[in-house]
């Protein structure tokens, strides 16, 4: 099955700049729509942004403007550049991949481990 491993999180102060990176196995990345999640502590997960395989994107309110997802299928990799972050976009950042083939469009199949993102103040 689809393996994918985030990397980047890290800590930033408030007005910095991460930018966050989801590689997936490669056999079947380009048919997926790709997202990222967050879960801060204490707090249920949430939707953060999406990209699908024609580039169509969708954000949450509150990182539209900030946040920008992006994909290249050649380098099987996705992407979060999150840019003035603020100290509660602090939380671990997930990638997940929805295959059409696996239970059709709008679940999420594969899971990646989660990178920690800390905004200071």
């Known amino acids: 099955q689809e393996q994918l491993v985030e990397s980047g999180g890290g800590l930033v102060q408030a007005g910095g700049s991460l930018r966050l990176s989801c590689a997936a196995s490669g056999r079947t990345f380009s048919r997926y729509t790709m997202a990222w999640f967050r879960q801060a502590p204490g707090k249920e997960r949430e939707f953060v942004a999406t990209?699908?395989?024609?580039?169509?994107?969708n954000y949450k309110d509150s990182v539209r403007g900030r946040f920008t997802i992006s994909r290249d299928n050649a380098k099987i990799t996705v992407y979060l550049q999150m840019n003035s972050l603020k100290p509660e976009d602090t939380a671990v950042y997930y990638c997940?991949?929805?295959?059409?083939?696996?239970?059709?469009?709008?679940?999420?199949?594969?899971w990646g481990q989660g990178t920690q993102v800390t905004v200071s103040s």
């Open positions: 997940a991949a929805d295959d059409p083939y696996i239970r059709g469009y709008g679940s999420y199949d594969y």
């Open positions: 990209i699908t395989t024609g580039g169509t994107t």
